[in-house]
C-alpha cells in the first residue's frame, strides 16, 4: 500500500506509539486521522491542519468511531487505505493479591474492553468501510494494524488482565486475516518489547524496576525508540503488500521471564 496521498487512522495517536507512527506517516505525505481519548496530543499537530484530523474517541465506542469514519472520508474525500490501533492501556494486579483477595472483575473487564473489545470495534468498522472501496493494484483495499504486546506470550505475574487483553488482539490475526482476504483487505499485528513511552514510564516505576526490565532484553539492552523503531515497522507492513496475517514481535530478544 502506498503512504503518500493516502489516508490513515492511527488510534492512541495522542502520545507514544500512536504519536511516532502517525508522525512518520505524514512525514511521507500521507493524511492522518488521529484517533484518541484525550486530547492532549492535539498540539503535537498544530499548523498540520490540511493533513490531519484529531478525533477525540473512544475506541469502544461504535457511534464515536463510525463518526471519526465518517469525518475522516468528509476530509479527505473517499478512501481509508489503513489503520495502526495504538489506543490502549497498561493494567497490573494479580489474580489473587497477597491478602487473599480476588482481582477485582471491574478491573479486569475494563482492561479486556479498552485493548480487546476497542481494537476489534475499530477494526470491524474501519473494515466494513474499506470493503466499499475501489481496489487499488492487485485488488489491494486496505491494511490493519494491530498493537499487542510481547506480554501476549510471556505474562508474568501481575499481568493477567493486559496478557488476556493482548492474547485476544494476537488471536484474532489470522481469522480476521482469512475474513478480509476476498476484499484484498490485510491484516497484521504487532507485538512490541520495552518501547520508550509515556505508558511504559507509568509500568517503570523506579530505577530498580526500570533495571529489571532492562535485564530481560538481550541486544541492544535499551527499551526502543517509538522514532525510528517501531515506526520503521509500521511503515513497512503497510507498503510490503506481501505482509499478512503474522504476529511480529519487535523486542530486541527479551523474552519475559519469571519476577
Ligand atoms: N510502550 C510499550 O513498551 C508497549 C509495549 C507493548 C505494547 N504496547 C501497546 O502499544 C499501545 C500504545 O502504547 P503506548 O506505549 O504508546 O502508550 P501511551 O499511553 O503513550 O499511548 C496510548 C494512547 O492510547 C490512548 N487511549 C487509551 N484508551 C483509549 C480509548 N479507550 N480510546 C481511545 N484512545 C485511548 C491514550 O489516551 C494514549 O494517548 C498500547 O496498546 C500498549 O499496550 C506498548
Do not use: W
Not at 520503521?232 to 503474522?246: A, Q, R, S, W
Amino acid at each position: 500500500m502506498q503512504i503518500k496521498g493516502n489516508t490513515f487512522i492511527v488510534t492512541g495517536g495522542g502520545s507514544g506509539l500512536g504519536l511516532s507512527a502517525a508522525r512518520e506517516l505524514l512525514r511521507l505525505e500521507a493524511n492522518v486521522v488521529v484517533i484518541d481519548l484525550k486530547d492532549d496530543g492535539k498540539s503535537f499537530f498544530k499548523g498540520q491542519e490540511k493533513n490531519v484530523l484529531f478525533v477525540q474517541a473512544n475506541v469502544t465506542s461504535e457511534e464515536e468511531i463510525s463518526k471519526a469514519i465518517q469525518q475522516a472520508i468528509d476530509k479527505f474525500g473517499g478512501n481509508i487505505r489503513g489503520v495502526v490501533n495504538c489506543g490502549g492501556i497498561f493494567s497490573v494486579g494479580k489474580i489473587v493479591d497477597q491478602s487473599g483477595k480476588p482481582l477485582d472483575l471491574e478491573s479486569f473487564k475494563f482492561t479486556i474492553n479498552v485493548n480487546l473489545v476497542g481494537t476489534f470495534n475499530v477494526c470491524r468498522l474501519v473494515a466494513a468501510q474499506m470493503v466499499k472501496q475501489k481496489p487499488l493494484e492487485e485488488g489491494e483495499r486496505g491494511v490493519i494494524i494491530n498493537i499487542s504486546s510481547i506480554a501476549y506470550e510471556d505474562g508474568q505475574a501481575g499481568l493477567i488482565s493486559y496478557s488476556a487483553s493482548k492474547g485476544g488482539v494476537a488471536s484474532m490475526t489470522l481469522p480476521m486475516t482469512r475474513d478480509l482476504s476476498r476484499f484484498g483487505i490485510r491484516a497484521v499485528t504487532i507485538a512490541p518489547g520495552f518501547f520508550d513511552t509515556p505508558l511504559s514510564s507509568a509500568a517503570a516505576t523506579d530505577e530498580k524496576v526500570t533495571q529489571k526490565l532492562i535485564n530481560q532484553i538481550e541486544y541492544p539492552g535499551r527499551f526502543g525508540k517509538p522514532d525510528g523503531e517501531f515506526n520503521k515497522l509500521v511503515i513497512h507492513l503497510i507498503e510490503n503488500t506481501y505482509m499478512n496475517g503474522e504476529i511480529i514481535r519487535i523486542d530486541a530478544g527479551t523474552k519475559l521471564g519469571k519476577l
